[in-house]
């Protein structure tokens, strides 16, 4: 019986020579050695978790973390000296440098690697910043021991018993891992599974503040539900260009787009679909709800590194989706994203006005500065061989650059300035700091400057250049709302610093802790770049404009 | 190159197939609701769990180590998933798929080690 059943298996069984060949895929594992190294480091990170004593965790994982990005930083530099052979791809003459990897699931060309060494520095300052203990006693500014109830027995147990969460650092290396994936990925799967790697470890590190841990908690299941939401629509939206163009891949797409292959009406819902997800990422209008609530209860250094790490992510996956997948649809979108832009703008700048807490002003900043990068988006410049015209792609990675730098350091001051119950948020508060400490009221007047626009700090460069590349692609009314909506913002920017030099301090005044070295240096290092990059930009825009268009 | 008509009929068969079970289902019960005979008593309403008396109200908390065996115990189901496609073609492949593999099965092995280390593993 078995021996028949057997046989006639064997005759109905497929055999290897009837299944399509499968090669081993070939990865380019030196070209993906900055991804390597932070996926290394984050597992690393676990089993330091697993295997080191407590006392030496913290330590350990600072240290390992910091390590490990800055071997990342050389392989980046190693790859952008190496794999970025000029390419040139049918139909234009544009500059595009760089080339697809593991099987086409990623690309890493120029814009690539000018996020990858983007994202590095931020997290690399961010980093700094997580493993700051000098402010809350010689603990660090995150909760002891997450799962025991807020205000109770067990939090003030955990922290007599020095009780740290050490998990932070290998988070934050997994979430920096996402961050480096979405903007290099080369098909839509990849990056979604990149969206979530990068979501969930910031959904975790939101609800681990050390003070008011009920709000932090609120911040991380709002992040989390409408996070998840979001994820949905992307994830929808991708089913529903793949129904149309009956591919993932991007340069597939775009053939598919080209070519008109089938009813556009699943194009158009699919491209609203996965926008959706994309500028709830970047928190653009109407997206918006969950930035200031989140930036205002996450731990500020998770603020910090979630501002401008997710932004920089975000938006380079927004440009190589629309830009390469959805090009040539692009007289279907942009007038969408022009409207968005213009919201983001108005909204942003125009609530900002009204706030009076100081990480929920840095938050609905960062609205409106999304909407100054969707000016050059919805511009969608791509420039013309021969000519030095900022295009839309060098300008977006500018600003992030710039913004990313100002807000690192915007939050990292909001830190220093605490009473008894900890960071001290409302703006009245703050009345009187210039006396109190004029180098650190000055170093915040400067990213307040640079948030306005103000030439001679980096906010005005890259301000000028979002707005030179939405010119040059005949996005003028943008240009018009954006300068109009500057001046609005401004308005509020400089009546912080008049609040800060010229108001007579509330009661006795916040004070100034003493942060170590890891705050200070966060501090001197953002504030100088905003200065060099609003007197020298030349080389960092170099960098942007030779970084070229997307590869396909 | 499909139309959007063509593309949509195409999926006639799974709405024919879905009607069929929902009407083969509600027939199979309809046709017993209308056949037996009901004589409820207090004793056969109660709720049936496994021949016991039900204990508390359906909204019952359960500890929560139970989610975290659920967790680890679903990351190696799937994992188990992913290794019969790697079994087909890991002879044609070579040590390269023994390698990757390997690589992956390293990963979820450093989380377990660290939920060992953490003592979720450990009951009381």
């Known amino acids: 019986m078995t021996a028949l059943t057997g046989a006639v298996l064997a005759q109905n069984a497929l055999s290897a020579a009837d299944l399509p060949q499968i090669g081993a895929p070939a990865i380019e594992y030196g070209t993906l050695s900055p991804v390597l190294a932070i996926t290394?480091?984050?597992?690393?990170?676990?089993?330091?978790?697993?295997?080191a004593p407590r006392r030496a965790r913290f330590g350990l994982q600072s240290a390992v973390a910091i390590v490990g990005i800055l071997a990342a930083l050389a392989a980046t530099v190693w790859v952008s000296i190496h794999d970025l052979g000029k390419v040139s791809f049918e139909g234009t003459d544009l500059l595009a440098r760089g080339k697809t990897v593991a099987e086409?699931?990623?690309?890493?060309?120029?814009?690539?690697?000018?996020?990858?060494?983007?994202?590095?520095v931020f997290a690399l300052v961010s980093m700094l910043m997580f493993a700051e203990r000098g402010l809350e006693g010689g603990l660090s500014g995150f909760t002891g021991q997450a799962a025991v109830a807020p205000g109770g027995a067990g939090e003030r147990e955990a922290t007599m018993a020095g009780i740290e969460h050490t998990e932070?650092?290998?988070?934050?290396?997994?979430?920096?891992?996402?961050?480096?994936?979405?903007?290099?990925?080369?098909d839509l799967l990849t990056?979604?599974?990149?969206?979530?790697?990068?979501?969930?470890?910031?959904?975790?590190?939101?609800?681990?503040?050390?003070?008011?841990?009920?709000?932090s908690q609120e911040a991380a299941v709002k992040y989390f539900l409408l996070g998840a939401f979001s994820s949905a629509f992307f994830l929808y939206g991708i089913a529903l260009v793949y129904g149309y163009s009956g591919s993932f891949t991007?340069?597939?797409?775009?053939?598919?787009?080209?070519?008109?292959?089938?009813?556009?009406n699943l194009l158009l819902a699919g491209m609203a679909l996965i926008s959706v997800g994309l500028l709830f990422k970047v928190s653009a209008v109407p997206f918006q709800a969950w930035t200031p609530d989140v930036y205002q209860g996450a731990p500020t250094a998770v603020t910090a590194f979630m501002a401008a790490g997710t932004k920089v992510a975000a938006f380079g996956a927004l440009l190589r989706v629309f830009f390469v997948g959805f090009g040539g649809a692009q007289w279907d979108w942009r007038p969408l994203m022009m409207i968005v832009a213009v919201l983001t703008m108005v909204v942003g700048a125009v609530v900002l006005i009204r706030q009076t807490d100081v990480k929920r002003m840095l938050a609905y900043s960062a609205i409106a500065h999304s909407g100054f990068i969707l000016t050059a988006f919805a511009g969608a410049y791509e420039g013309s061989a021969g000519t030095a015209t900022i295009t839309s792609v060098s300008a977006v990675m500018f600003y992030l650059a710039v913004y990313g730098f100002s807000t690192i350091g915007a939050f990292a001051i909001a830190t220093l300035v605490r009473d008894g119950g900890g960071e001290v948020g409302h703006l009245a508060r703050w009345a009187g700091l210039g006396r109190e400490s004029p180098v650190l009221a000055g170093v915040f007047a400067l990213f307040m400057l640079s948030f306005a626009g103000i030439p001679l700090t980096a906010g005005f460069m890259g301000k000028w250049t979002v707005f030179s590349a939405a010119w040059s692609g005949y996005a003028w009314p943008l240009v018009v709302a954006g300068v109009l909506t500057s001046a609005v913002a401004a308005y509020f920017y400089v009546r912080v610093i008049v609040l800060m030099f010229f108001a007579d301090p509330e009661g006795d005044g916040p004070t100034v802790a003493v942060p170590s070295v890891m705050t200070s240096a966060v501090i001197a290092v953002t504030a100088a770049v905003t200065i060099v990059l609003g007197i020298?930009?030349?080389?960092?825009?170099?960098?942007?404009?030779?970084?070229?268009?997307?590869?396909? | 190159m499909l139309a959007m008509s063509d593309y949509l009929a195409s999926y006639a068969s799974v709405a024919v197939i879905l009607i069929v079970g929902v009407l083969l289902a509600a027939g199979m019960l309809g046709a017993n609701r209308l056949l037996r005979p009901q004589q409820p008593t207090a004793a056969k309403l109660l709720t049936y769990e496994s021949g016991v008396d039900p204990v508390g109200q359906g909204w019952a908390q359960s500890n929560v180590r139970y989610l975290v065996y659920v967790y680890l115990y679903v990351?190696?189901?799937?994992?188990?998933?992913?290794?019969?496609?790697?079994?087909?073609?890991?002879?044609?492949?070579?040590?390269?798929?023994?390698?990757?593999?390997?690589?992956?099965?390293?990963?979820?092995?450093?989380?377990?080690?660290?939920?060992?280390?953490?003592?979720?593993?450990?009951?009381?």
């Not at chain 1, 690393?44 to 697993?50: N, R, S, T």
């Not at chain 1, 086409?104 to 590095?120: E, H, K, Q, R, Y």
């Not at chain 1, 991007?250 to 556009?264: E, P």
């Not at chain 1, 080389?539 to 590869?551: M, R, S, Y």
């Open chain 1, 168 to 186: 932070i650092f290998p988070l934050a290396m997994f979430a920096l891992l996402g961050m480096m994936v979405f903007p290099a990925s080369n």
């Open chain 1, 40 to 51: 290394a480091t984050a597992l690393i990170g676990v089993l330091v978790e697993a295997g």
């Open chain 1, 191 to 215: 990056m979604f599974v990149a969206l979530e790697v990068l979501s969930l470890p910031l959904y975790l590190l939101c609800g681990l503040a050390r003070r008011r841990r009920l709000l």
């Open chain 2, 75 to 124: 990351i190696f189901a799937v994992d188990a998933v992913f290794l019969f496609p790697w079994a087909v073609v890991f002879v044609a492949i070579g040590w390269a798929a023994v390698v990757e593999m390997a690589v992956f099965v390293g990963f979820i092995a450093v989380g377990l080690v660290y939920a060992w280390r953490t003592g979720v593993l450990r009951w009381t």
């Open chain 1, 104 to 120: 086409g699931a990623l690309v890493v060309d120029g814009p690539t690697v000018f996020l990858w060494g983007l994202l590095l």
């Open chain 1, 250 to 264: 991007l340069a597939a797409i775009d053939t598919a787009v080209s070519n008109q292959i089938a009813g556009q």
């Open chain 1, 536 to 552: 020298v930009p030349g080389p960092v825009l170099d960098l942007a404009q030779n970084a070229g268009t997307f590869v396909r």
